[in-house]
């Protein structure tokens, strides 16, 4: 398994989109990757949009961001409230400064613009916030999936073969 030894942290709160919190995190353990869930509070019960549950591991404040190799970022309504935690925002700043893999699909990337790190970047999200991402800097693509180094971004849940695709590869030093 090309990701048993890499580590993944991966953000949720209620509402988030159940496919995009739960089709990655399937396909990264499949994979061999050990993957996190980080909430507000440890041990909480989250739930998404349709009522997939997803209970988190830790909380925000007990993990050290040092500790994982990436991290994923889902949609939904989710990100709306996590952009509004400081320690969600120095988790997302610490990737970025040391460049480690981070996934954002759909409504996430209110998280990066919260962050302050998509000046210049290509990336894609639902069409529903091209505005934000392009009043943040970056430069928003209509694509399935779209890698600037690091960050790999997707619109939607149609999305998720190719998104999860490219985001493996790169978190296995292998994308092309």
């Known amino acids: 398994m090309r990701l048993a030894d890499k580590k993944v ?3 949720v709160h209620h509402e988030f ?3 995009e919190l739960w089709y990655p995190i399937l396909r990264l353990r499949e994979e061999g990757a050990q993957v996190d869930l980080v909430g507000e509070k440890a041990g909480e019960t989250y739930k998404g949009k ?3 549950p997803a209970e988190s591991d830790y909380s925000f404040d007990e993990i050290d961001p040092s500790d994982y190799d990436a991290l994923l970022v889902p949609g939904g309504w989710a990100p709306d409230k996590l952009r509004r935690f400081s320690k969600v925002i120095e988790i997302v700043q610490h990737m970025e400064t040391h460049k480690k893999p981070i996934g954002q699909i759909c409504h996430a990337g209110w998280v990066l613009i919260s962050a302050k790190m998509l000046q210049g970047k290509n990336v894609t999200s639902t069409p529903g916030i091209k505005d934000d991402m392009e ?3 970056a430069v928003w693509l209509d694509e399935a999936v779209v890698v600037d180094g690091h960050l790999v971004s997707s619109r939607r849940p149609p999305d998720l073969p190719p998104y999860v695709k490219a985001f493996t590869d790169v978190l296995a030093g292998e994308y092309n």
Request: hydrophobic fraction near 40%; glycine fraction near 16%.
């Open 9 to 11: 942290l991966s953000l």
């Open 50 to 52: 349709y009522g997939v």
């Open 17 to 19: 989109e159940d496919l």
């Open 135 to 137: 009043n943040a800097g």
